[in-house]
């Protein structure tokens, strides 16, 4: 009997020698694990949406942990999402690729449930005033036009919607950022190198 757990044992080490790791632990937040493959996912479903590459590891870490803080933390009011609002987000992107089409379906879904989230949180208490208006255009706008080279800037009233949505913007961007510095603090978050 020895010799056959002996023998058992020498014939495995050479197997034990060979493995090879299939994926890791990238990080653990509030005891959901986030693996490399899920990164790898991650950045292939950013692309078919048409994002901005995120190159860098540790950034794309932080934006998954972000999005699965947010997701999990969107209790106080309730959000639907339609199949028809999907699928009119969806034909924004063109055809399918191999990328499963579950998977960024899903990725879609969470985009507008988190949009309409923040417009019901926040956006409907968000209204840029004018003097907010110009104080954008004129500090912002006026000279990142300046920068670009433009010869013929556009005048703030031919352009009063789009420096608005931007001020909006920006105030939105500003209370979800506090909210989530909030939730961040009070989350036990592991990123592992």
């Known amino acids: 009997m020895r010799r ?6 020498c014939l495995s080490f050479p ?4 493995a090879e790791v299939i994926d890791r632990i990238a990080a653990v937040v509030d005891g959901h694990i ?3 493959s899920d990164m790898r996912q991650q950045r292939e479903i950013r692309t ?3 994002d901005k590459p995120i190159e860098d590891d540790a950034a794309l870490l932080q934006h998954m942990i972000d999005d699965y803080l947010i997701e999990t933390n969107m209790t106080d009011v309730t959000i639907d999402v339609t199949d028809d609002e999907i699928n ?7 055809p399918s690729s191999d990328f499963p089409l579950a998977k960024i379906r899903e990725a879609v879904r969470l985009r507008i449930r988190m949009q309409k989230y923040f417009d ?5 208490s968000i209204h840029p005033a004018d003097d907010d208006i110009r104080r954008y255009y004129e500090s912002v706008f006026v000279p990142a036009a ?8 556009p005048s703030l009233e031919s352009i009063a919607d789009s420096v608005r949505n931007n001020v909006f913007q920006e105030a939105l961007n500003h209370e979800i950022n506090i909210w989530l510095e909030a939730i961040r603090r009070k989350s036990k978050i592991e990123i592992f190198k």
Request: charged content about 30%; glycine content about 12%; cysteine-free.
């Open 4 to 9: 056959t757990l002996l023998l058992l044992y």
């Open 15 to 18: 197997l034990a020698m060979r």
């Open 34 to 36: 986030i693996t490399t």
């Open 48 to 50: 078919k949406l048409g």
């Open 88 to 94: 009119a987000e969806m034909r924004k992107f063109g």
């Open 120 to 124: 019901k949180r926040w956006g409907e």
């Open 146 to 153: 300046k920068d670009r080279g433009l010869t013929s800037i």
